[in-house]
């Protein structure tokens, strides 16, 4: 049973992973992924087994750090966007396609900014209202919910700690669009780096303002084509980076998803075959 509940957890994980790497303010290095979810799977295995906090602070540790991880994210990339914009108004010619991306961006920060506004005031304050509407639909659910809250009230008690995993997930935009530049040199583009971080940005900018579309399909690539030629890149170039970085994301989310329709469909057949078995008896 214990073995079962383990695998359960680091599923839980898996997909909590797969819906964080496709949700729409998020760019997400696929690395960053794979290492949060073996180190997230490999501490809940190394907790369960000494035996040494319950299943419920488990569970609250991990989708508390979560929620405070797509935070500070998503406060890293309002300063990575703000650079892309700086970058595209000082080093490109002002015309009419100049001011469109720009104002696009710009819209797409406000977007991000009101949405991390939200998201942060709901953490601070929402903590009552989220307990009562889950305990009112939820109840078996409400002693998880609460740990989940403490666990967030007790991670932004360490203003250093979130500040560091600022700084952290600043680092992981700025080699984002390092892998896109390196990416431009195999193809033979010899582009300086401040402009490739440039795109990188206001793509991500662009795509924050489309959130309604699933995981940017076709926004992407109109961003790439449209803000590349800005920069000197040909439009045709920066297509094939769109579909670079799609075929990345489904190396990555693709095998995640396949393991977990293995999981459910053992867990499927396993109920179906002590089904069978319990009627066989009963008769």
Request: charged residues 10%; hydrophobic residues 55%; contains cysteine.
């Given at each position: 049973?214990l073995?079962?509940t383990?695998?359960?957890?680091?599923?839980?994980?898996?997909?909590?992973g797969?819906?964080?790497?496709?949700?729409?303010f998020?760019i997400?290095?696929?690395f960053?992924?794979?290492?949060?979810?073996?180190?997230?799977?490999?501490?809940i295995l190394?907790?369960?087994?000494?035996?040494?906090?319950s299943?419920?602070?488990?569970?609250?540790?991990?989708f508390?750090?979560?929620?405070?991880?797509v935070t500070t994210?998503?406060?890293?990339?309002i300063?990575?966007?703000?650079?892309?914009?700086?970058?595209l108004t000082?080093s490109?010619?002002?015309?009419?396609?100049?001011?469109?991306?720009?104002?696009?961006a710009?819209?797409?920060?406000?977007?991000?900014?009101?949405?991390?506004?939200?998201?942060?005031a709901?953490?601070?304050y929402?903590r009552?209202?989220?307990?009562?509407?889950?305990?009112?639909?939820?109840?078996?659910?409400a002693?998880?919910?609460?740990?989940?809250?403490?666990?967030?009230?007790?991670?932004?008690?360490?203003?250093?700690?979130?500040?560091l995993?600022?700084?952290f997930?600043?680092g992981g935009w700025?080699?984002?669009?390092?892998?896109?530049?390196?990416?431009?040199?195999?193809m033979?583009?010899?582009a300086?780096?401040?402009?490739v971080?440039?795109i990188?940005s206001?793509?991500?900018?662009?795509r924050s303002?489309?959130?309604?579309?699933?995981?940017g399909?076709?926004?992407?690539?109109?961003?790439y084509?449209?803000?590349?030629?800005?920069?000197?890149i040909?439009?045709?170039?920066?297509l094939?980076i769109?579909?670079?970085?799609?075929?990345?994301?489904i190396?990555?989310?693709l095998?995640?998803?396949?393991l977990?329709?293995?999981?459910?469909g053992?867990?499927?057949?396993?109920?179906?075959?002590?089904?069978?078995r319990?009627?066989?008896?009963s008769?």
């Amino acid at each position: 049973m214990l073995d079962l509940t383990i695998v359960r957890i680091i599923f839980v994980l898996v997909i909590s992973g797969c819906a964080y790497y496709f949700q729409p303010f998020q760019i997400r290095p696929p690395f960053a992924i794979a290492a949060g979810i073996a180190l997230g799977g490999a501490i809940i295995l190394f907790e369960m087994r000494l035996e040494r906090v319950s299943l419920k602070r488990l569970i609250g540790a991990a989708f508390g750090s979560i929620v405070t991880d797509v935070t500070t994210e998503m406060l890293a990339q309002i300063a990575f966007t703000a650079v892309g914009i700086v970058i595209l108004t000082t080093s490109t010619p002002h015309n009419s396609m100049t001011f469109s991306i720009s104002s696009t961006a710009a819209f797409g920060l406000a977007t991000i900014v009101l949405s991390c506004a939200a998201f942060v005031a709901f953490q601070r304050y929402g903590r009552t209202l989220a307990t009562k509407l889950i305990s009112r639909l939820f109840p078996s659910a409400a002693p998880v919910t609460e740990s989940v809250a403490s666990c967030i009230e007790e991670i932004y008690r360490r203003p250093a700690q979130v500040g560091l995993s600022v700084l952290f997930h600043c680092g992981g935009w700025v080699a984002s669009a390092l892998s896109t530049w390196i990416a431009l040199f195999l193809m033979g583009v010899h582009a300086r780096v401040w402009p490739v971080l440039a795109i990188e940005s206001l793509v991500c900018a662009v795509r924050s303002m489309a959130f309604l579309v699933p995981n940017g399909l076709g926004v992407q690539e109109v961003a790439y084509a449209a803000i590349a030629p800005l920069f000197g890149i040909g439009a045709e170039i920066g297509l094939a980076i769109s579909v670079l970085k799609r075929a990345r994301d489904i190396a990555v989310g693709l095998p995640i998803l396949l393991l977990w329709q293995w999981s459910e469909g053992r867990s499927f057949l396993a109920y179906k075959s002590v089904a069978a078995r319990r009627a066989r008896q009963s008769t």
